[in-house]
């Protein structure tokens, strides 16, 4: 069973019935030359909803995402966009998915409404209907009164705005968002935030990749957690957050040289190891009661481990994220080649 229906341009898009899933991937793996970006990573989008892959730089993110957008050949497993086999409908899967990468794909030289209608031209949309999308999306994205300036004078939050609404001129059911607000300040990322739920209103499924913790768990219905080109865990927020215990005590030791002490006192408490942020020199031991904490205290003043502060809060998707891999989600790493600096997948 099939659902038709009519694009911005008019023409007919099938959409293949009879699946639960917009997107259903398993095992797939890319690798370039020695090293294997995407490893085996299994996913299970659902139509109407917001799914978020949560990684750091260098974890394979914009790779799959690429290879699910027929932009990467797939080396092995295999993928489906709302039924449709990936690697062998290519040019059907096009029609079903609109990208927006992590720069904006616009044209310096031309106006934002200039930019929209040229992409409404290349795909196939007859100019006046083409100049009339472009209107409805400069007002879709509060964009109108810079509809008409060059885009050299647009901020990077509008010249984001931009690039998504290009990527919604054909109307496609699927929006693929490749860390969307990489680089935008506090206020303009709020302001994308809200675009992007917009989107699910209307109708769409988006599959988001992000380093942000706060953007995944702001915006996401479920997070698949992605490291190294694996997939570790896979939840909603909520259920990411209970998975390392109801509460989180943080501790900062004022001699780091006391970290091995410490950790041997939590152990011999609670029965379970703490975790170690290098980066911060960070404490975090996860409680499945709040009030435990103060008998780990104890026992560290009594082992003579001196805490400059403390805290106790509930798990936030920092701890989860700690917890799975061993280090932050927003480290500096070295990519290894790997997708977000593009340079391997441009060879």
């Known amino acids: 069973m ?38 085996g990573i299994d996913l299970a989008v659902r139509p109407g909803e917001i ?29 489906e966009i709302f039924g ?52 409805e999306l400069l007002g879709q994205f509060g964009l109108e009164e810079a509809a008409n300036k060059p ?30 607000t990489t680089g935008l300040d506090p206020r303009t990322r709020g302001q994308m935030w809200d675009t992007i739920r917009s989107l699910i209103s209307d109708g769409c499924t988006v599959l988001l990749t992000t380093q942000y913790l706060d953007e995944a768990d702001q915006l996401a219905d479920r997070i698949a957690v992605i490291d190294r080109g694996r997939k570790v865990a896979e939840g909603t927020p909520d259920e990411l957050k209970t998975a390392v215990g109801n509460s989180t005590l943080q501790l900062l030791l004022t001699q780091p040289g006391e970290v091995p002490t410490a950790a041997e006192v939590i152990r011999r408490v609670l029965g379970s190891d703490p975790v170690f942020s290098p980066e911060r020199g960070r404490l975090n031991v996860a409680l499945d009661q709040a009030d435990l904490a103060a008998d780990v205290l104890i026992a ?44 391997e997948e441009n060879r």
């Open 2 to 39: 099939t659902t038709t229906e009519l694009d911005r341009a008019g023409s007919v898009v099938t959409t293949p019935g009879g699946t639960d899933l917009a997107v259903h991937a398993e095992g797939l793996v890319k690798t370039f030359g020695e090293h294997r970006a995407v490893d």
């Open 51 to 79: 799914f978020g892959v949560l990684g750091p730089n260098g974890a394979g993110k914009t790779t799959m995402l690429r290879m699910l957008a027929t932009l990467l050949k797939i080396d092995a497993g295999r993928a």
């Open 84 to 135: 449709v086999d990936v690697a062998g409908n290519p040019h059907v899967i096009r029609q079903l998915v609109g990208v927006t990468g992590q720069y904006a794909s616009v044209d310096e030289n031309l106006t934002a409404r200039e930019n929209l209608w040229l992409f409404g031209r290349l795909l196939g949309i007859a100019s006046p209907r083409a100049r009339r999308i472009a209107t």
């Open 151 to 180: 885009i050299a004078q647009f901020s990077g939050g509008m010249r984001r705005r931009l690039d998504l609404a290009a990527s919604l001129i054909s109307r496609p059911p699927l929006i693929f968002l490749d860390e969307p």
């Open 300 to 343: 560290l003043r009594t082992a003579g481990v001196s805490i400059s502060s403390v805290s106790v809060a509930k798990p936030s998707l920092d701890e989860v994220f700690l917890a799975l891999t061993g280090h932050e989600a927003d480290g500096d790493r070295d990519s290894d080649g790997d997708d977000e600096t593009g340079t």
